[in-house]
């Protein structure tokens, strides 16, 4: 009951799956997914742990600001993600300040670490409940027939692999944790396992609701909530819509505190919250930046963002490479 | 700061108290020879009895030989050799010989002795132990705390007969010198937690300290957070048994609340009649307030955010009566609820304040009257009404959450009824990350709830069968969860 290093894992696992739940399109077919996930996961991992060791001996000023950076871009990503869904869902009813306003309110107090592992833990439990409630919901309307049986193509398995190499900053963050050794052993592969696992489970529960049309539908998970009829319930997507706000929010927090960390002048004792001075800053920074990149086009700028994450976590292989290529020199 | 120390003349000493004390009318000053030494007997009459310190002390002193040695031997004897109930150690200075008397000692000052003896001869009007206003319970003890700390120690002692109760009374750093007693099991009660507290006390400064929820503010880690650093109690055997769960229990002399660190948010939830009932019914009780909280905070703003917001996910029968409700009046939903939830707060606090003999009647003209003239004249809506009168109620069932409830229901509607299922969704998770980020001491608050364990089947959403929770010794302990 005494927390003394809160894990942030749940955090970095809704961030994570907050992703496969706002995508607005399917990306592939279920068997190839499968099939991809099984050299993804181990791919995905690696990645993470090869930086995580690089970034202890290339970590400079540069390389912490172009993370900043990179994780300050993902934020309002995010945040544009969200509020076109919302304009989709609810059209008229929601305007970007509210949406940029309302999501990062709730991460003032967020702010601590055992409060944010904790509420990441509450909403991952809301999350796995109210995914169960929607696929009770729209039980009566999977049909095995739906399931597509021709055969897949090298394309098909392309496509999959593609979408399951994106890099999220979720993978990196672990680099910048203190005591790593506390945080279990395989966290990252444990980390890319589930979520890939939640990916792929998601494209076939798409598939036996949709069949064939899934590649076509926008927005395919919360189409099918809406088709979901509990009881006297007959609509429960507003509840999903809920889940993803409370995730978003979680996945800010988290980036914030990760820029806290960069950028902030780290605090000696972990558990201590970013200071409410900087908070304002914070949000008028995320505004701005959402109102400008407001006309950006999401499907470009997504995948674009994954090959700049590539690209600067291949850098910073390089740079800790370098690093220990120059200690090594020196010892000789 | 630097104590001045007694003087050796009684006349000084009597001077001193005089130009201190000497224009209030209950200040009682007699002198006295005993054994040809003049003395001078000193009290306030109210808080300590004359009748009382000559019975246990001036009748004894009369029946006892002649003792030698003057004022020294008579105030050595007193201490040390008499069968009189002095206190043990003499008063040497003046800041001392003003808090005895405050505290409603006897003094007796000596000539020719820099020290004064003094006599637990309080006789103080008090209230004597009730039944708890405050807590309504079906079984188990019905004593409540006094004003009195000692009874209040005492009351707690008589429930938790053991050696390892430590209560440890300290004065606050007040202007009223108000004291407070520190109570923990020392066996149970995690050292640092105690230590912690101990300091953090010890630390506040504030003028007056009439209620023991005034420490409660300087308790908490963020200021910021609505959610309770503390729980209350006016039951000692609630109290008993949170120092049996290895928590500290603060009392202030003055209050018949008890002050219970760290608390838990589960804790709001339990009630003594959970134990004392079947473990089932207890399990269905402990819901149906969670529910009734749920409901509290988000039943209006959910009502506000369906009905402006989203009609589609309300039930089309039930969506049809609520339309024909809502036409009828001027107002939107949004307001029209905030009006109707700040007219029962009004009712209530009305109802609350006002003399006992008329508060009824405020409660039937803020009920009957109001409500029901607003709905015939269109103002508000039936379900709008219902819906307010509904979340009011269900506020009753958690009643040390009242405060947070209400504030957060009017969040709730606000934000559910500005910008809908957003609003909602911003609303909730500003909750849950508040009642996440309390940390009491280091505690996770929503300890055992979250995260979902075997502790939270065990004595947390519901509650095992005795002979379960027997086993697992339930104290705070340092297990990262």
Same mark, same amino acid.
């Given at each position: ?332 | 700061?630097?104590? !001045?120390?007694?003087?050796? &003349? ?15 009318? *209950?200040?009682?000053? !007699? ?23 000559? %019975? ?93 700390? %000692? ?46 507290? %101990? ?11 009439? *209620? ?43 209050? =018949?609340?008890?002050?219970?660190? =760290? ?10 009649? *959970? ?79 006002? =003399?006992? &003999? ?114 697992? %010794? ?8």
């Amino acid at each position: 009951m005494k927390r003394e290093c809160p894990s942030l894992f749940a955090a970095l696992l809704i961030s994570l799956l907050v992703n496969v739940l706002l995508r607005s399109q399917t990306a592939y077919w279920p068997r190839a997914g499968l099939a991809a996930a099984l050299v993804c996961v181990p791919i995905l991992a690696a990645a993470g742990w090869l930086f995580a060791r690089c970034w202890r001996l290339a970590a400079d000023p540069v390389y912490k600001l172009l993370f900043g950076a990179l994780l300050f871009y993902t934020s309002v990503l995010e945040l544009l993600r969200l509020w076109q869904l919302a304009g989709r869902l609810y059209p008229g009813a929601v305007t970007l300040t509210s949406v940029c306003l309302l999501c990062v309110l709730p991460v003032v107090y967020l702010r601590r670490v055992s409060a944010l592992s904790q509420t990441a833990h509450a909403v991952l439990c809301l999350l796995v409940l109210v995914t169960a409630v929607m696929l009770v919901s729209v039980l009566p309307r999977l049909r095995v027939t739906n399931l597509q049986t021709a055969p897949l193509t090298q394309g098909d398995f392309r496509a999959a692999a593609k979408d399951q190499l994106t890099l999220y900053p979720e993978y990196l963050l672990p680099a910048l944790w203190p005591e790593q050794d506390k945080r279990g052993r395989h966290a990252l592969l444990r980390l890319a396992g589930y979520t890939l696992a939640f990916d792929v489970g998601m494209h076939l529960l798409l598939e036996l609701f949709y069949g064939a049309a899934m590649p076509l539908r926008i927005d395919p998970v919360h189409a099918a909530a809406r088709c979901g009829a509990l009881s006297i319930f007959n609509r429960l997507e507003w509840l999903q819509f809920i889940l993803w706000v409370m995730a978003v929010t979680v996945k800010l927090a988290l980036y914030l505190y990760a820029l806290v960390r960069l950028l902030g002048g780290q605090s000696k004792a972990e558990n201590s919250a970013a200071g409410l001075d900087r908070f304002p800053l914070y949000l008028g920074g995320i505004w701005l930046l959402c109102a400008v990149l407001r006309k950006l086009d999401l499907d470009a700028a997504l995948p674009l963002r994954s090959t700049m994450t590539w690209g600067f976590v291949v850098l910073t292989w390089m740079g800790g490479a370098a690093a220990c290529l120059c200690k090594k020199l020196r010892r000789a | 700061m630097p104590q !001045k120390p007694l003087n050796r &003349s009684l006349d000084a000493n009597l001077a001193f108290l005089d130009e201190m004390f000497g224009h209030s009318d *209950d200040f009682y000053t !007699k002198r006295l020879m005993i054994a040809g030494v003049p003395c001078a007997a000193i009290m306030f009459t109210g808080l300590s009895s004359p009748e009382k310190l000559c %019975r246990m002390a001036l009748d004894m002193l009369d029946r006892d030989p002649a003792m030698l040695g003057g004022g020294e031997g008579l105030c050595d004897y007193l201490l040390t050799q008499s069968r009189i109930p002095a206190e043990p150690d003499a008063i040497t200075d003046e800041t001392t010989l003003i808090e005895m008397l405050s505290n409603g000692l006897s003094v007796l000052l000596i000539e020719g002795v820099a020290k004064a003896v003094a006599f637990s001869t309080q006789e103080m009007p008090q209230r004597s132990v009730s039944t708890p206003t405050g807590e309504g319970n079906l079984r188990g003890p019905q004593e409540a705390f006094t004003e009195l700390l %000692r009874n209040n120690i005492s009351l707690l002692r008589r429930q938790l007969r053991t050696g390892t109760l430590a209560a440890e009374i300290y004065t606050a750093r007040t202007r009223a010198k108000t004291e407070y007693c520190l109570c923990y099991d020392s066996r149970l009660a995690p050292q640092e937690t105690i230590d912690a507290l %101990r300091a953090r006390l010890a630390a506040v400064e504030i003028p007056v300290l009439l *209620d023991s929820a005034y420490f409660a503010s300087f308790l908490k880690q963020d200021k910021l957070n609505l959610f309770p650093a503390a729980a209350y109690t006016e039951r000692p055997a609630t109290a008993c048994a949170r120092l049996c769960e290895g928590k500290a229990v603060v009392l202030v002399a003055g209050c =018949p609340y008890a002050l219970i660190i =760290p608390s838990f948010f589960a804790e709001h939830f339990e009630c003594l009649d *959970d134990y004392a009932s079947s473990a089932v019914f207890a399990g269905l009780i402990r819901i149906l307030k969670y529910l009734a909280f749920l409901l509290a905070v988000f039943g209006p703003g959910l009502y506000v955010m369906a009905v402006a917001f989203a009609p589609e996910i309300i039930p089309i029968q039930l969506l049809t009566k609520l339309a024909q409700g809502e036409t009828s009046t001027p107002l939107p939903p949004m307001m029209e609820m905030l009006c109707v939830t700040l007219l029962l707060e009004i009712v209530r606090e009305a109802g609350l304040r006002a =003399p006992q &003999s008329i508060s009824h009647t405020v409660s039937l003209v803020g009920a009957l009257i109001i409500g029901e003239t607003a709905v015939s004249a269109g103002i508000v809506s039936v379900p709008v009404l219902t819906m307010a009168a509904a979340a009011t109620i269900a506020t009753l069932a958690v009643p040390s959450l009242y405060e947070q409830t209400i504030l957060f229901r009017f969040a709730v509607i606000l934000l559910a009824g500005c910008f809908g299922v957003l609003g909602l969704a911003c609303a909730a998770l500003t909750i849950l990350a508040m009642a996440c980020g309390s940390e009491p001491f280091g505690y996770d608050y929503l300890y055992p709830l979250l995260p979902p364990t075997h502790a939270s089947l065990r004595d947390g959403f519901v509650r095992s069968i005795w002979s379960r929770l027997a086993q697992s %010794r339930e104290v705070l302990s340092r297990d990262e969860t």
